[in-house]
């Protein structure tokens, strides 16, 4: 069950009209905008205090050592002297403040910001197609969106603190010294202005490496997890060999493109670090002179000399930042690329939610093709009336799953309309949509869960009496009360811990406990031995009373006590009529009766 404390999850849908920019800046604008204005305005306004307040100590030491140097030999307790060693212990503790300030604000908006960067990701990667999912790697698409609340974070950080920072030291900075002699603004401004954009410049080499290094890094964790995932077959077909090698080919790509950006960065920042040297020399050079000369004072020299090196600090933090800054700069902006790319079958603005009252179903004039150009249906008509049984029978390749993923919307069809209680799919809700559907796959998935949340998966608010009916109705009491911890049973990653006909049964469960109006099953019953597949057959059609069902099977078993029975072949029904119309047709239904029927027959003979 889930925690009553865990914290609210943003859908994306609620944020900003369900409109994601794709563009990293203006994604992260508008987070910050439209969630954290008023944080980060107290952000902004605590690092102008740190950092201006800090900012005022060169003129402090300026007036003490004035004072100290006025004074002679006598300073005692004249308050020329402590007046301003007391502004300067004031600024110390009032800018630590302010930055104490802003290190509280920011622990109170970086934890919340990252989970509602991921949050926002992850509930839009929910709606992408089946097709989007299974053409990307679970953990790479896991990866992005862990790495885009890190870089929403850092960014947040570097732009409120680092930036800033510089900004109002360079605005201080030059209107002290400026009062001592142009030359220095010029220096600092000559200095600083040239560092940063060719620390920009170069940083920006950076992106491309760093957005290299990312991929690399989510396309490696990727290939692990599939490995992983697919141990046993891995040990079936003893190809530790092979995939080791697989993993090593990927995690060396990862390398060569984190030694490609490790390198980068150490040249950058030898370059950097050179010239703040030169500047403060330079700097100090020309103060010196300055003082020479008669121009200055010594408490001017120290004011000067700590004004530079106030902006050379902050300037040198700034531009290493900056690496930071490029890095998850492109961190984000891959993620929002892999992640924010349009729906294949968005809902439509304000989609009515689906009312099944009959169930009744049609395909319409129905044309579709997959995107290699390959043609499953052209001008195909089907009405399913309410509450009428249809098995879909056939070869592989005629068009029955496909005609199973166009109800579900997981493939839209070029043209035509399918209809449910003549409410068009394509205009409802998705999610109602599929509220009113339960379906078994022919391969079940599973969480890494307990059985009783894997069952309670299709109903939330289901109580625990229902999920044990459920499962008993589907023949998996039995099975569940055999192991140690009973309903509570972990059944691993995809159910490993389950046989292939216990996954079944499971997800036969969940259909029983879903009540859905609408039921479709795809080869439901094809992991069971026989004594169970007959016991789940008298359990299905208590399941189907009431209900539109639709399944597809290959053991034709499963549908000779449908009203309906259809044979497809090349996206076309060529027969249809109920088990005993079509074997007295004598058609192609009737062949591959008579084929299982034989190697039935040939089995149990053998076995004997």
Aim: charged content about 20%; hydrophobic content about 50%.
């Amino acid at each position: 069950m889930l925690s009553d404390h865990a914290p609210h999850f943003l859908h994306f849908r609620d944020f900003n009209g369900g409109v994601l920019p794709n563009r990293a800046p203006r994604f992260l604008w508008q987070v910050l905008w439209l969630r954290y204005r008023g944080r980060v305005l107290l952000l902004l306004l605590a690092t102008l205090g740190g950092i201006g307040l800090h900012s005022f100590e060169p003129l402090l030491l300026r007036d003490l050592i004035k004072a100290l140097q006025a004074g002679g030999d006598a300073v005692g307790w004249r308050p020329e002297v402590w007046t301003p060693l007391l502004l300067i212990g004031a600024a110390w503790l009032s800018s630590a403040a302010c930055n104490r300030l802003r290190d509280w604000v920011d622990a109170l908006t970086s934890p919340i910001l990252k989970l509602e960067v991921q949050s926002l990701l992850f509930t839009y990667l929910l709606e992408h197609s089946p097709d989007f999912l299974q053409n990307n790697f679970a953990g790479k698409l896991g990866q992005k969106i862990r790495q885009a609340g890190e870089a929403s974070v850092t960014l947040l950080a570097i732009l409120s603190n680092d930036v800033l920072r510089l900004i109002l030291a360079m605005v201080i900075g030059v209107s002290l010294s400026a009062g001592e002699s142009w030359m220095f603004p010029l220096l600092l401004i000559g200095w600083t202005l040239p560092t940063v954009v060719v620390s920009v410049f170069l940083a920006r080499r950076c992106l491309a490496l760093s957005r290299v290094l990312s991929d690399e890094i989510s396309t490696c964790t990727g290939v692990i997890v599939d490995v992983v995932t697919n141990a046993d077959i891995v040990r079936a077909f003893a190809q530790g060999p092979f995939e080791c090698i697989r993993v090593a080919q990927a995690l060396g790509k990862e390398m060569n493109a984190a030694k490609k950006l490790r390198w980068f960065i150490l040249i950058f920042a030898a370059v950097l670090y050179t010239g703040l040297l030169l500047f403060q020399f330079a700097f100090t050079a020309l103060a010196v002179h300055k003082t020479v000369s008669g121009s200055m004072g010594v408490g001017e020299l120290v004011m000067v000399i700590s004004l530079g090196a106030i902006i050379g600090n902050n300037v040198w933090g700034l531009c290493t930042r900056a690496i930071d800054f490029f890095d998850q700069f492109g961190v984000l902006h891959s993620a929002l690329d892999v992640i924010l790319i349009p729906h294949a079958n968005p809902d439509l603005p304000e989609a009515p939610t689906l009312q099944v009252t009959a169930g009744a179903i049609r395909f319409q004039n129905i044309a579709f093709a997959h995107r290699d150009g390959s043609r499953v249906f052209q001008n195909f008509n089907l009405s399913i009336r309410p509450g009428e049984k249809v098995g879909l029978v056939g070869p592989s390749g005629a068009g029955k799953s496909t005609l199973i993923r166009m109800l579900r919307r997981h493939f839209e069809p070029q043209s035509g309309q399918i209809l449910i209680d003549g409410q068009d799919i394509a205009t409802v809700s998705l999610s109602s949509l599929n509220q009113a559907v339960a379906e078994v796959p022919q391969d079940p998935g599973l969480f890494h869960r307990s059985i009783a949340d894997n069952i309670g998966y299709a109903r939330s608010q289901a109580s625990e009496d229902e999920v044990v009916e459920a499962a008993g109705l589907a023949h998996c009491h039995g099975f569940i009360m055999a192991r140690p911890q009973g309903y509570q049973s972990i059944v691993g990653e995809r159910g490993v811990r389950l046989s292939g006909g216990e996954r079944q049964r499971i997800a036969i469960a969940r259909a029983f406990l879903k009540k859905a109006r609408l039921l479709v099953l795809d080869e439901a019953t094809s992991a069971l031995d026989s004594e169970t597949e007959h016991a789940i057959r008298e359990a299905l059609w208590q399941l189907f009373e009431g209900r539109t069902v639709i399944a597809i099977a290959h053991r034709l078993s499963t549908v000779n006590r449908m009203d309906r029975i259809l044979y497809l072949e090349n996206g076309s029904i060529e027969e249809e009529g109920s088990h005993a119309q079509l074997l007295a047709r004598g058609g192609r239904y009737a062949r591959l009766w008579t084929r299982q029927l034989d190697g039935f027959i040939t089995e149990e003979v053998k076995g004997l």
